[in-house]
């Protein structure tokens, strides 16, 4: 028997491929989903993509993968386009996929209800990978209007099997919805080129509230003998309050000479970010397993947080878990007075040992192969 056909129903992957740099975007989410994937063709696994829908002249590389075209958002009238066109042209989509064995989805969406439904109705099973905490938190779910979330747990209960990031997405899964979720952490391939001068502090993430930027600035201004640097832009067509809060953020910044604003950068020039810096630093109060942590890392280079993963920081000597700014500046100040030290060469191979992309993939080949077993 060969090996399993994956298709990955990764909506919002567009954003990673496409020439235009305008409307590029660099989720933690769509950029694990596509290591994982081209993992898996390196490993001889037949592998598809369902996306919204896109024009082929706009990807920017030949992909070892067929990208499957659903709907676009911005078709089709208030109310009536979730029945045409998304709903008809992701059932189209998925019917353009029907010889897969296995669907991955990492996104909290009502997509999730019809895409086991298909599944269910055409003898193919279902991998849902948890991509926030909130995903398995019923008061809390990133899903928008009562229909979606009612659609989006009735197909979490009925998927085949689950991935999770840390224990306490574990725990949430089985207490909210008794279901048991396999961990696996996410993983990166080698840094792409060599360790360079370490010079800044950098912040990296998409702009939005739950990640405050803002507070990076204000480290920033409160240590005006450091370099620092952020990187994070908005979905062109993001709501408003992204645009409002990225427009504070850069007049923010311009008063703050000791930093940096780069904006969106797509994946390959942020690494050269982290090829530079000498801490990294999370000020967001929500996560999954941010992939920045892991960009970090990988070159070494220590993570200063609140959110703290499977309590692997403070443990594993990888940086340093704070409550507050204060706490996250005073941190920040031993650092710099070299109080507060880190051994790069020990994150580095910590890095090795557990958060390769290999690492990774090698759990994803045991999820497959269970779940064809137990439910052939």
Not at 58 to 82: A, M
Not at 320 to 339: H, I, P, Q, T, Y
Request: net charge positive.
């Amino acid at each position: 028997m060969g090996k399993p056909k994956i298709c990955f129903v990764s909506m919002n992957m567009y954003h990673l491929l496409t020439r235009q740099q305008g409307a590029r975007g660099m989720g933690g989410g769509e950029l694990q989903v596509l290591l994982i994937a081209r993992e898996l063709v390196a490993r001889g696994y037949p592998v598809s993509f369902i996306t919204l829908a896109y024009d082929p002249g706009e990807i920017q590389e030949d992909l070892p993968f067929p990208l499957i075209p659903s709907y676009s958002k911005q078709d089709g009238w208030p109310v009536l386009r979730f029945f045409y066109p998304r709903m008809y042209r992701l059932w189209k989509a998925l019917q353009q996929s029907v010889d897969a064995d296995i669907y991955y989805m990492n996104m909290a969406s009502y997509i999730l209800a019809p895409l086991v439904y298909f599944a269910r109705k055409h003898g193919k099973k279902v991998l849902f990978a948890g991509a926030i905490d909130t995903d398995f938190e019923p008061e809390h779910l990133p899903v928008p209007t009562w229909k979606d979330r009612r659609m989006y747990c009735w197909g979490l209960r009925r998927c085949d099997a689950y991935v999770v990031q840390h224990r306490q997405q574990q725990q949430a899964l089985m207490q909210n919805f008794r279901r048991e979720g396999r961990i696996i952490y996410y993983g990166l391939p080698p840094a792409p080129d060599p360790q360079e001068e370490r010079t800044h502090i950098l912040w990296v993430a998409s702009i939005k509230r739950k990640k405050h930027p803002e507070l990076f600035v204000e480290l920033a201004r409160r240590h005006p003998a450091e370099k620092f640097v952020l990187v994070g832009g908005v979905p062109p067509k993001g709501d408003d309050d992204q645009h409002r809060l990225f427009e504070e953020v850069q007049a923010a910044a311009r008063q703050v000479p000791n930093l940096t604003l780069k904006g969106f950068l797509p994946f390959e020039e942020a690494a050269r970010e982290f090829a530079r810096a000498k801490l990294f630093i999370n000020t967001s109060d929500l996560e999954g397993f941010p992939t920045t942590y892991l960009q970090a890392w990988q070159r070494g280079v220590p993570v200063i947080s609140f959110v703290n993963p499977d309590d692997l920081i403070n443990p594993n000597r990888l940086g340093k878990v704070v409550k507050n700014l204060d706490e996250m500046s005073a941190a920040l100040r031993d650092f710099s007075d070299g109080k507060l030290q880190f051994s790069n060469a020990h994150i580095e191979q910590f890095f090795q040992a557990h958060f390769t992309i290999q690492a990774a993939v090698d759990q994803y080949e045991k999820v497959f192969r269970s779940v064809l077993e137990i439910n052939s």
